[in-house]
């Protein structure tokens, strides 16, 4: 199986990192704090989906369910607006999403 879960996790920072621009300094090690916290929830989701064990459909919604838990999160920190937290959000997800597919596109 080609997906390492902490490779992931860096990526997703850094798809937050740069919808959050100028505000990285302030919400770093919060946002790190929050995806490492999921760590073996996310990984666990992908192992399920890449193994076929779920279907898309489902890790479809369990995937909007992560966005929406994250998307709370990052406007726990308030220096960042709603639309910088949907956006960062929406990219650390996708980040996920891609390497969900590249492992099961490497199986197939």
């Given amino acids: 199986m080609n997906f390492d879960i902490n490779e992931v996790l860096a990526d997703m920072l850094t798809k937050i990192k740069n919808n959050v621009d100028e505000n990285w300094d302030q919400v770093k090690d919060t946002s790190n704090q929050f995806l490492q916290n999921k760590k073996e929830r996310l990984e666990l989701l992908a192992e399920l989906r890449i193994s076929g064990e779920l279907s898309e459909e489902k890790f479809q919604s369990r995937l909007k369910d992560e966005k929406l838990v994250l998307e709370a999160e990052l406007h726990a920190i308030a220096v960042?607006?709603?639309?910088?937290?949907?956006?960062?959000?929406?990219?650390?997800?996708?980040?996920?999403?891609?390497?969900?597919?590249t492992a099961i596109s490497t199986i197939l």
């Fill in 80 to 101: 960042i607006s709603k639309a910088i937290a949907q956006r960062a959000t929406n990219g650390a997800i996708e980040v996920l999403e891609k390497a969900v597919r």
